[in-house]
């Protein structure tokens, strides 16, 4: 699902932007430029909504952009989310890939009792340089 909310970037005194989402009410997010803060923005607004549809809470309706109460020195601008790239990235459901390793390899591992998913699984997130968890 793809949605569209107006930000505000709120310029800092001592440098950067705080941005918030006047129709999400909860939380913000800052960064130093306006690129960094459009990338945060981008991923707030998206955990955000993701987190509504996943709870069963409606999401809020989109205000209009001359509606959002902004300073003079505000810049107000619209941030789009996808909510179903974060869906995939935090859905853990399992998929199954065939894969194929040479035969000798594939009986010292069961001799090993080897857990043949759990290994690939901890393999990528190493080469992905991921956090392993248990």
């Known amino acids: 699902?793809?949605?569209v909310y107006p930000a505000v970037f709120h310029p800092e005194p001592e440098g950067g932007f705080s941005v918030f989402f006047p129709d999400i009410g909860?939380?913000?997010?800052?960064?130093?430029t306006v690129a960094e803060c459009i990338e945060m923005?981008?991923?707030?607004?998206?955990l955000a909504?993701?987190?509504m549809e996943d709870?069963?809470?409606?999401?809020p309706a989109v205000s209009r952009m001359e509606d959002v109460d902004a300073e003079s020195a505000d810049i107000v601008t619209l941030i789009s989310a996808d909510t179903e790239t974060y869906?995939?990235?935090?859905?853990?459901?399992?998929?199954?890939?065939?894969l194929?390793?040479?035969?000798w390899l594939n009986e010292r591992a069961e001799a090993?009792?080897?857990?043949?998913?759990?290994?690939?699984?901890?393999?990528?997130?190493?080469?992905?340089q991921l956090v392993t968890t248990k």
């Open 100 to 103: 194929n390793i040479p035969s």
């Open 112 to 128: 090993a009792n080897i857990n043949f998913s759990q290994t690939l699984q901890k393999a990528l997130r190493e080469e992905l």
């Open 41 to 46: 923005a981008q991923d707030f607004l998206g």
């Open 1 to 3: 699902m793809k949605y």
């Open 87 to 98: 869906r995939r990235y935090y859905e853990n459901r399992l998929i199954k890939k065939t």
């Open 26 to 32: 909860r939380g913000a997010t800052q960064g130093e």
């Open 55 to 59: 709870g069963s809470q409606p999401l």
């Open 49 to 51: 909504l993701y987190r």
